[in-house]
């Protein structure tokens, strides 16, 4: 789950308890996507992580971290992958 990294918030805390990772991503921000009109939203001023659950597994609540150019790169690899796959 792609969400603001703000550790102060209520939620991060709760979080804490049940998930099994905890990724920061480094090296620039990921813009939220507005549901309603599918943009990109501006302004976030905090970086972003991602809480990782697993299930089958005892939570560790681990913290790692990855590059937004990475996780990009690898994001648009696999979603290529994806579409040559799909059935016209």
Not at 54 to 72: G, Q, W
Request: net charge positive; hydrophobic share 40%.
């Amino acid at each position: 789950m792609l969400v603001p990294a703000d550790t102060s918030v209520g939620w991060f805390k709760l979080a804490m308890n049940s998930v099994d990772e905890i990724r920061l991503i480094t090296g620039g921000r990921i813009s939220f996507i507005n549901a309603g009109n599918g943009k990109p939203v501006n302004g976030n001023n905090k970086g972003s992580l991602l809480l990782i659950w697993r299930p089958f597994i005892k939570s560790r609540c681990i913290f790692t971290t990855v590059d937004k150019d990475e996780l990009m790169s690898t994001g648009s690899k696999t979603l290529k992958e994806i579409k040559s796959h799909e059935i016209n």
